[in-house]
């Protein structure tokens, strides 16, 4: 199905997940931190690690993309927008290292994650009505709200998306901050691929993009499109 191009997206941050059946050695761990594609573009030299959990954080030259390896998965975060294609190319590369050093591994769940931030103004109260679809009909005046839907997706059943709509309010850290809506949207997909499937990968992310594209613009109002139009 065809969608409106935004020519401002409102998505403060993707990320492209995969989890593994099988848990990465530490030596697998390390042969990746120190890969030379992953090193050409992340900073390899000080990882934030949180050995306690077994979690590494890289972070790119430029901060606008991070890598965070666990050991049983890893993931790509973008902080700003990116065509999905060059996301996906980038994620391909980051799979494919970690295949060639710890061999071809189960992938048993996908995550397509995006987090977007619409502004709200500076509306004292918010109408939920006049940003989202899916609301809560109450007779209260509404401050602060956190909703929560687990959609279906009816042509897969592995296939499902969490969708989240919460407010942010001004920060009085940053004067500049403006309050939004959080418009959270999570779509996974449970598999048994392997992870040198470059095909089957390549398929499941971009049918997860689509249901991922359907939830965003059928959860907003018109007006919200025409503001990032």
Same mark, same amino acid.
């Given at each position: 199905? !065809? &969608?409106p191009k935004l020519s401002t997206p409102p998505l403060i941050? !993707? %990320?492209f997940l995969i989890r593994f059946r099988e848990n990465l050695e530490k030596e697998q %761990?390390? !042969?990746i931190l120190h890969d030379e594609y992953i090193s050409s573009i992340y900073n390899t030299e000080s990882p934030k690690d949180r050995r306690h959990?077994? %979690? &590494?954080v890289l972070r790119s030259s430029e901060a606008?993309?991070?890598i965070r390896i666990n050991l049983d998965s890893v993931s790509l975060?973008?902080?700003k927008y990116q065509p999905f294609e060059n996301i996906y190319k980038d994620f391909k590369a980051i799979v494919g290292v970690v295949t060639t050093i710890a061999k071809s591994l189960t992938i048993e769940t996908i995550n397509l994650r995006y987090l977007n931030s619409i502004s709200v103004g500076d509306e004292e109260v918010v109408d939920l009505h006049d940003y989202l679809t899916f609301t809560v009909q109450t007779p209260f005046s509404i401050s602060n709200f956190f909703l929560q839907l687990l959609v279906d997706n009816e042509d897969d059943e592995d296939m499902n998306g969490i969708i989240i709509g919460a407010n942010r309010e001004q920060s009085s850290a940053d004067s500049e901050s403006k309050p939004s809506i959080i418009l959270d949207i999570n779509v996974?997909?449970?598999t048994s691929i392997k992870s040198d499937d470059e095909e089957a990968l390549r398929s499941l992310l971009f049918m997860m993009r689509e249901f991922k594209n359907k939830l965003f613009f059928d959860s907003v109002q018109p007006t919200v499109l025409e503001t990032y139009a």
């Open positions: 199905m !065809s &969608y941050e !993707s %990320i %761990i390390e !042969s959990e077994g %979690i &590494y606008n993309k991070a975060h973008c902080f996974q997909k449970k």
